[in-house]
């Protein structure tokens, strides 16, 4: 997924979940994105968090 796909695919999952979202680059290069709360990988490959509540 590029990274334009990826922050599209987190604001959307951010805005219906009400969750904070983590976009990450995986270990074969591609990004992906889960809800912060499962995120359980190396802090390096965080690229982006979104977090609906943020002001």
Known sequence: MSLND???FAFSLA??????IIIFQAGD???SVTPASEY??????II???D????
Do not use: K, V
């Not at 609906?52 to 002001?55: C, K, L, N, Q, S």
């Open 6 to 8: 990826a922050h599209a």
């Open 15 to 20: 805005t219906t979940l009400m969750a904070a």
């Open 29 to 31: 290069g591609t990004l």
């Open 40 to 45: 359980d990988g190396d802090i390096a490959a």
């Open 48 to 50: 982006h968090e979104i």
């Open 52 to 55: 609906p509540f943020a002001p």
